[in-house]
């Protein structure tokens, strides 16, 4: 077992097992292709990215690998549980290459950086191995190997953000959607992979992000995420832009917050050292910036946050999160954290559960250390700590946030909360699920309304993870 709660690449990759076809494109198009994704939500993002570049190039989506003329897996490699998932997956592809050899298999993302050439000695069911910055090489790759050509593209690139590229919206509800604002990381936390996946962080052109969200606001679309590694330290120098001033996180939020009041705003993810109060201020300031942030920890021990290079201590966290709650006392909040990191002592350990008992998370995305090779803790730490002291902690951490996650769900039955619908709940289709502000889940009965629509409703009762009302005209 990976993580013992719900963890978001899981989340996201159930999600993303078979996308919906972009359906102007089914009927009139040749070559069809089949993509699954994993990881986070920037991986999700990246492939509506890869769909669009596909797209120009005459391909339709398809819900089915059976019926593509090219398989893509959008991979992730943060954890070793993430690589074997994607493994199994490739085994499982094997049966449509040899039912119709003709067929492209291609690996993408974090896990094709990672592994590079090797994949094509590894899995000789692939074709094409293209990382995150090389989307744009596809089309030549695919053509290639379409003459039975195999083809490697992992450039990592210091500019590449896709600004120009519109993105074709996958499985999506059309509702909400993500946008990436950013890309790669300059952050090197020793325990994670990601920066020599993604390269160098670099921010996206701030008008491209507006337009694009704007675009999304014109056809219907009522709440956006803007997604980084580290969505605070987005920053675009005059010289950029063409104008006199730099664009920070905060003004960025507040552009796209004015395109409407009816269009929500969320982001994911800040790192404790680089949120500001700039941002606490704009979030602030606009309600349709939601009162959410989720403020990953990773440890509460300060010599555990040391060593993982997290460049904060266990009290500047909390003072963080005490100034979140002094500007927004509503505000819901959300972490990330890992148990089991290289030298960890029980002593560490209690740190991490009473830094727990004092946050009080409403969400919390728990995971026991997974050593990854080339980064900084595995090279320079013994992974020290026995596999079911990892677990145990992590069970006990479980065990402590979900007892904080019904304390925060049962504060909220009585009170009344505007929601935005998503869609049908998943138990029946005379129910509407969403969310608040705060992102707890809703579910309701769905009346006249339909999804996209904010309803208001008053919560009269909750389960430890989603909340259950009736509609207040
Ligand atoms: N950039 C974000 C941050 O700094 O918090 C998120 C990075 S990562 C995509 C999501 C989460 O995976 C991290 O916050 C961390 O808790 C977890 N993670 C990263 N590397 C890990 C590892 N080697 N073992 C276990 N969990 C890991
Ligand atoms: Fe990884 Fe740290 Fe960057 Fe997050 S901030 S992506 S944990 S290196
Ligand atoms: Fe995974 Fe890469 Fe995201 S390693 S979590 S898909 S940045």
Redesign the pocket.
């Known amino acids: 077992m990976d993580a013992l709660l719900t963890t ?2 899981h989340d996201e990759a159930r999600q993303g097992e078979a996308f919906a076809p972009f359906q102007s494109s089914l009927d009139t198009t040749t070559k069809k292709f089949y993509i699954e994704s994993y ?2 939500a920037m991986n999700f993002a990246d492939s509506e990215v890869v769909a669009s570049i596909l797209g120009e190039q005459g391909f339709g989506a398809v819900t089915e690998p059976a019926l593509a003329d090219l398989i893509l897996i959008n991979t992730c490699s ?2 070793e549980k993430a690589e074997a998932t994607v493994r199994k997956r490739l085994t499982e592809f094997k049966k449509f290459k040899r039912s119709r050899p003709g067929v492209v298999v291609g690996v993408l993302g974090c896990m094709a950086e990672r592994l590079k050439g090797t994949f094509l000695e590894e899995e000789k069911l692939v074709d094409i191995v293209v990382g995150p910055d090389a989307y744009r090489s596809l089309p030549g790759l695919i053509e290639e190997a379409y003459g039975g050509q195999k083809g490697v593209n992992v450039l990592l690139s210091r500019d590449e953000t896709y600004a120009d590229i519109a993105p074709i919206r996958l499985n999506s509800n059309g509702v909400t959607a993500f946008v990436s604002i950013m890309r790669g ?1 300059n ?1 090197m ?1 020793s ?4 920066p020599f996946t993604r390269g160098r962080e670099r921010s996206r052109n701030a008008a491209s992000i507006v337009s694009e969200c704007e675009a999304l606001f014109n056809d219907g679309y009522k709440e956006v995420t803007l997604l980084g ?2 969505v605070d330290s987005y920053y675009q120098a005059p010289q950029q832009q063409g104008v006199d001033e730099a664009i920070s996180f905060a003004k960025l939020l507040e552009m796209v917050a004015l395109i409407s009041p009816d269009l929500r705003v969320r982001f994911s ?1 800040s ?1 404790p050292k680089d949120i500001t109060d700039d941002v606490l201020f704009t979030m602030k300031k606009y309600d349709n910036i939601c009162n959410y942030i ?1 403020l ?1 920890v ?1 440890s509460g021990s300060s010599r555990i946050l040391q060593l993982m290079n997290r460049t904060y201590s266990r009290e500047w966290y909390l003072a963080k999160v005490d100034r979140i709650r002094e500007i927004l006392p509503d505000c819901g909040l959300s972490t ?3 148990t089991g990191f290289c030298t960890e002592t029980e002593e560490d350990h209690q740190a991490s559960l009473s830094l727990f008992d004092y946050c009080k998370y409403d969400l919390a ?1 728990l ?6 090779p080339g ?1 900084l ?1 595995a090279r320079r730490f013994e992974d020290d700590v026995p596999l079911e002291t990892k677990k145990r902690r992590l069970q006990e951490l479980v065990d402590l946030y979900r007892g904080h996650s019904l304390v925060s769900m049962q504060k909220e039955v009585g009170k009344t909360f505007k929601v935005l619908a998503e869609g049908f709940s998943k138990k029946s289709d005379e129910q509407l699920q969403g969310r608040t502000d705060q992102n707890k889940v809703v579910i309701f009965d769905k009346g006249q309304h339909k999804k996209g629509d904010y309803v208001n409703i008053k919560i009269t009762h909750c389960t430890a993870g989603t909340l259950f009302g009736e509609v207040i005209n």
């Open positions: 978001k690449e990881g986070c943060i954890r990381c952050n936390c325990f994670c992979v990601v590694q580290n993810t790192h989720h990953p990773q990330d954290m890992i995305y995971y026991y250390y997974s050593e990854r980064t803790a």
